[in-house]
């Protein structure tokens, strides 16, 4: 069942007996309008919540912009009830479920106890990432892409703290970078790149593609360069739980030190905060950084 952005299911439609009494049992009950006082309050509470979650993004996105060389010391408060709730709409309601085996609308059942204590847990360090589950998808030449489904509270989590970093790195992502970025897609950059070719003389037009980047790249690396911009250690510790998580293919556990596991939801971040740095000042630029907390 597809669950619409700004709707609660009913679950029990009260009925009332007809106005006379004395009508006989079998006649048909007429039906008393639902509340709609709980759905209501949940379309109020999703426009608070995403108002929150704007105007805190905001301010990241601030001060990453006013301060380019700053790390930023303080950003795990920004991962709270409101981002995650806002985080788990924006998840896809069939979405393939991870080890857990839960879905999207057994877990909007109780939503509201199951945030709490997932933010409790990653506010007091206590937050597991599970194994991703493999799986795979055909690709052109014939080959497999391996994909990993991980647990819906890791992608809970993962877009949630994606959110924040992405506030900091898009300051800093390269104008003809178009990759799995916010408002972008493969179609600006093709128009892009007629424009570029339509209006410029350009004599060589490159086309190249890093073999099997999500399932090679080094974990190690990938946190140097993201302690570039970020210096809150907590959030550091999350990425590396979510690269340390391992991938389960035929009951087995499988924890390798490289990949990023593709199909998650941080990990086009991560590819694209390596591109960027490495591209501009690269991971010890950081190493002079002021720190700052916001």
């Known amino acids: 069942m597809m669950h619409g952005p700004e709707k609660s299911d009913s679950v029990v439609v009260a009925v009332k007996p007809t106005n006379k009494a004395e009508r006989s049992a079998a006649e048909p009950a007429e039906p008393r309008a639902e509340t709609k006082g709980n759905a209501g309050q949940q379309s109020t509470r999703r426009a608070q919540d995403r108002a929150s979650v704007s105007q805190a993004l905001e301010r990241v996105r601030q001060a990453a912009r006013q301060g380019k060389k700053e790390r930023f010391t303080s950003l795990l408060h920004h991962v709270g009830p409101a981002m995650l709730r806002t985080a788990f709409y924006a998840m896809k309601r069939d979405a393939a479920p991870g080890v857990d085996g839960m879905t999207w609308e057994t877990y909007e059942e ?40 991980a647990a819906l509270e890791d992608k809970i989590v993962q877009r949630a703290t994606a959110a924040v970093l992405s506030a900091i790195f898009e300051e800093e992502f390269l104008g003809f970078s178009y990759g799995f970025r916010p408002k972008r897609s493969q179609h600006d950059a093709l128009d892009a790149l007629i424009v570029g070719i339509s209006t410029k003389k350009v004599n060589f037009i490159l086309d190249a593609d890093i073999r099997s980047f999500f399932t090679e790249v080094s974990q190690e690396w990938v946190v140097r360069f993201m302690e570039h911009r970020i210096g809150d250690t907590r959030i550091l510790r999350l990425v590396q739980k979510w690269l340390r998580a391992g991938v389960l293919e035929d009951g087995i556990v499988t924890i390798e030190e490289k990949g990023t596991g593709q199909g998650s ?27 700052r907390a916001i």
């Open 110 to 149: 109780d939503l509201d106890r199951r945030i709490e204590d997932l933010h409790a847990r990653v506010k007091r360090g206590a937050y597991r990432a599970l194994p991703s589950r493999r799986s795979y998808i055909p690709k052109e030449d014939g080959s497999k892409r391996p994909l990993a489904v």
């Open 265 to 291: 939801v941080i990990s086009p971040l991560l590819a694209n905060s390596i591109s960027t740095t490495s591209s501009t000042s690269g991971p010890s630029a950081g190493d002079g950084a002021r720190p």
